[in-house]
């Protein structure tokens, strides 16, 4: 199975050969881009049935390989490529919704001057993607993770000379920064125990000391909550939607933010080693599933619908691996790319017809638009969970795991974050595909968009099908959900989806935002504002970062003057500071050799103040205090 | 030839110097004459590369072995690309012939400083390669803060180079010898103690570390941002090997060391990331930015293991790389933050090498400041400095804090109305030479440490 290395190593090479020619050839060039994603699939195929042949035999690793690239230390640092049943979905997903937004983007990104970039760094994140998939380290998932948040990075910020997509851009790499820190340091405790990084080692056989085993795993899980949006890091996600559509589709909806939770599950022997971590996963996953679907369902802009409502999904991931839910976990990460990534292509549609992203200037896209509003529809439905489609079968999974490890208080979560769930997407339906038409020239997406959204929609008609399977493939056992589980799991999506139209969908009344506002009261402020999120972090994070940093470089620069002067010092500084202000003050009237002999002036009675004599006195000192520890501890 | 084909790269260095002084009487341009410097950086590199690996010359004061012809031919290809870019920009700087007779000496003095595994060699190696660093400091006479900034750099780096020297003369005191070889003895006692020290803190100084690093920012600031691209970077890597020898030495006789490095790795990187962020001008952002990075070399020293040595130098050429090509733009462009402003909407090309470079200062994969953080963050790890690490690795996230002010400025701000600076094609390509080793050194990584990691 060698052909395993092409699989990430194609779009590596598209990416290699697109990204250093001119801007005009690259965008000509667009097809080496869709070819490799496209191979990348039909080797992805092989490499799953192979495994599934293999698992017939019992055996669970069909495909194991890897070289050791560096030596550092007692570190053998490998790269390597695993294939098992995990990975070999995982590849399945990436390179379907991979070569299904490449195909797409052919016609949502045909006019932009700079879509060969865009086809380039969309080849890298497959190709990192799918090198985090086929890990046989954690060290080796981390790179593939950052060089993804590279490319998050640059394709939110595609149209940087936009102000919205600038911010967003930098927000997302800073918050996510936080989370891999989490990570980077959970691999450095992970080394510092167990001296490696490699699944072989630290998953299995190695029996984790329960103190080690909850710093790394809170600590991956910090991580995790980064890349995964999971709250209080979501704050990026949101925003992240500035970046063009079919990448948010595959980037923050079906692939990258699915990583957290595939790091997660790789890494869950280490959880339940832990014990207080798989816990700590369940909260973190409950609160963010209800808090998401409830801002989801505040919001006018279509993609941050979505965008809320993927954090709420993925919230429901986390549940599942909280409870240590392995297979119910995974199924709704597949299971969620295909119909996430679905609902983010129908997005691209209609805002390419409407000309808005804001629902409340949308209304009555069914007639004009019947390919998207088909598969849409079958994606929304999928979402709320209704019966046969595969977002059913993943949440029913996830909600008999929870009942079925006793977490009641999870379980009611669950339920609720369900109920809301089917609400929002009723809101967005009905806004969007009923009532009166907004805009003019409505039009069908093109064929190359259309194609791949009806593939998704049937991947999402079968998928859950596949539930009973799924399970047994990759966790050795799986069954069609319970009767009274099904039911009561389509009860709460249907009340769900009703109360929606009650309140959104009767023609007979419309209801518009003031009124929800009047009638919610203060909820639905918090809910706008996103529970003051953004706001308590500047506050309480990035104002005292400043501050702190401008007070130290202060102590290092000014304050030193102080003590060896006094207070006359700072006095001179401020005189200083006052004749500083002078001088520029003045540059600007006054030029060419008054300013130097100015600024000479000011400079050397600088020196004279005593710097340099300051700085050799603070050298002198510490090495006064150097000579005198070794002094102490010698005696 | 007794071996003195070995000295060939820094034959070169001389008579190029001499010839691209000389070079103003025949042709008045000052161009050619630099570019001239450039191609004699770049042979020098390349003989440095080629004469390879080989046994010591007068008795073991220099060396030949891998840590040496790596680095040399690293400090010969950064000079060669700095001039390189020098010689493009269009008008120049004013006297750049001279600037680049003193680039070539300073870069002797690097080439020396990697081999030399002798005290006297290495105070004169030393001494070579930072006399040339006050002129570029200060060689616009014309310019009084420039001037300044070259006084202050150099009573300071007297200062620090006596201590140094003070040392020196106590280590002979103590073990009779001024070969690397003999001056490790086995119970220094603590004259012995204190003359290490001594050596070491000024090291510390010359590396800008805290508690030692004050001199930094104001020189800094005070000098022409072109003269700081050099003088912060090259130097540096040729004072790293300098350390990493004497450490492999000394540091088994004196275990206070690995403290010493440990409590000034901590202080370095905590206090330069944080002190980098308020700033508003880049040489004095980039100068204590290099505190930080002083400090990741540190933690790296502090481990004490060849893993650690090989870590400390390889994250030394990790961080001259892209710091190097991160002042060169801002030299371009002026020397405040806001000078940056719209670089994004005038020059995009270069906006987004100078994201490239940042965020390879920052550590994120797989450029090549990743690898070096890593490795350093490893050897370390491995030695059992598990929380240095941890307060490593959160300072450095906080760094994306003040590295993004850049990318903020670049791309954000609205940029007054000015010219774009036009230097010549040259400079780009000396920028693209920084991108491409930035983005490909890291693949190369394992082997480099594995040479690195042989000998010291």
Known sequence: ?635 | MSGLERLIPEGILIAGAIAVLLSGGARPSPRAGVGLGAAVAALSAIAALVVGTGEPLFSGALVFDDMAVTVRTAIGALSAVYLLWLSAQEPGPERRREAAVFVLLATLGGMLMASARELITLFIALELGTMPAYVLMGYRREDSRGLEGALKYFLLSMTTSLVMLYGMSLLYAASGSTAYDAIGVADPGLLGVFAVLFVFVGLLAKMSAAPFHYWAPDAYAGAPAVSVAFVSTVPKVAGTVAFVRLAAVLMPSVPELGVVFAVASLASIVLGNLAAYPQSDVRRLMAYSGVAHAGYMLLALAAATPAGYAAAVYYTLAYAVPSMAVMLVAAEEGTAVDDLAGLAARRPRHAWMMVAFLLSLIGIPPLVGFFGKLYVFLAAVDAGLVWLVVVAVLASVASAGYYFRLVRSMFFADAPEREAARPGALAGIALALCLTATLLAGAFAGELLGVLGLTF
């Open chain 1, 1 to 635: 199975m060698g052909y395993v290395v092409l699989i990430p190593l194609l779009p590596a090479i598209a990416f290699a050969a697109l990204a250093p020619l001119p801007r005009s050839v690259r965008n000509r060039a667009l097809g080496v881009a869709v070819a490799a994603v496209a191979t990348s699939l039909a080797l992805s195929v092989a490499a799953f049935l192979a495994v599934t042949t293999e698992a017939g035999h019992g055996a669970d690793v069909a495909y194991h390989a890897s070289v050791v690239f560096a030596h550092a230390g007692s570190a053998e640092l490998g790269f390597g490529l695993l294939v098992d049943p995990v990975s070999a979905v995982m590849l399945l997903v990436v390179t379907v919704v991979g070569l299904g937004v490449q195909v797409y983007s052919l016609g949502y990104m045909h006019r932009d001057e700079r879509r060969g970039w865009y086809f380039a760094v969309l080849s890298l994140f497959t190709a990192a993607m799918l090198t985090l998939v086929l890990a046989d380290n954690f060290l080796q998932l981390y790179l593939a993770w950052e060089i993804m948040g590279l490319c998050s990075y640059l394709l939110i910020g595609f149209w940087h000379e936009q102000e919205a997509p600038r911010r967003a851009s930098i927000k997302a790499f800073l918050t996510t920064r936080v989370g891999d820190a989490g990570f980077a340091v959970g691999l450095l405790i992970m080394y510092a125990t167990t001296g490696s990084f490699a699944y072989d080692t630290v998953l299995g056989g190695l029996a984790w000391a329960p103190g080690a085993a909850t710093a790394v795993a809170l600590l991956f899980l910090f991580g995790a909550m980064g890349k995964s949006a999971q709250f209080p890091l979501h704050v990026w996600l949101p925003d992240a939607m500035a970046g063009p559509t079919p990448a948010s589709a595959l980037i923050h909806a079906a692939t990258m933010v699915a990583a957290g939770v595939y790091l997660v599950a790789r890494a869950l022997p280490i959880f339940e080693a832990s014990g207080v971590a798989l816990t700590v996963t369940l909260v973190v996953g409950s609160v963010t599933a209800l808090l998401g679907g409830l801002l989801a369902a505040v919001q006018h802009d279509i993609k941050k619908v979505l965008a809320y409502s993927t954090i709420s999904q993925l919230g429901y991931m986390f549940m599942a691996l909280g409870v240590g839910g392995f297979a119910a976990g995974m199924f709704h990460l597949v299971t969620h790319a295909f119909f996430k990534s679905l609902l983010f292509l129908g997005a691209g549609v209609i805002i390419h017809a409407a000309h808005t992203q804001d629902m409340r200037e949308m209304g009555g896209l069914a007639r004009h638009l019947p390919v998207t509003t088909g598969t849409f529809t079958i994606g929304a439905l999928a979402l709320a969970g209704i019966a046969p489609l595969s977002g059913f079968f993943s949440k029913d999974e996830i909600l008999t795991v929870l009942l079925h490890e006793h977490q009641y208080v999870a379980f009611g979560v669950a339920i609720a974050a369900a109920f809301v769930t089917a609400l929002y997407v009723a809101r967005l339906w009905f806004r969007v595909f009923t009532g009166p038409v907004q805009s003019e020239g409505l039009r069908e997406g093109h064929a190359e968009m259309l194609a791949p959204m009806v593939v998704l929609a049937a991947i999402t008609v079968a998928l859950g099908f596949a539930s009973p399977a799924f399970g047994e493939f990759v966790a050795h056992h799986g069954e069609w959900p319970a009767p009274l589980m099904a039911l009561t799991s389509t009860g709460v999506a249907v009340g769900g989806l009703l109360l929606g139209w009650f309140i959104f969908g009767r023609r007979s009344r419309v209801l518009n935002t003031r009124v929800i506002k009047q009638r919610t009261g203060p909820l639905y402020d918090v809910l706008v504002q996103k529970y003051y999120l953004d706001l308590t972090y500047d506050y309480f994070i990035v104002q005292p970062y400043a501050r702190l940093a401008s007070g130290l470089w202060r102590f290092d620069a000014g304050v030193i003057d102080g003590v060896v002067n006094g207070a006359g010092a700072l006095w001179r500084q401020v005189a200083r500071l006052g004749a500083l202000v002078d001088a520029r003050a003045i540059d600007g009237v006054v030029n060419g050799v008054g300013t130097a002999v100015r600024s000479a002036g000011d400079r050397v009675r600088r020196i004279q103040v005593g710097r340099v004599q300051v700085y050799q006195g603070l050298m002198a000192g510490a090495l006064l205090l150097l000579m005198t520890w070794v002094i102490v501890k010698g005696a």
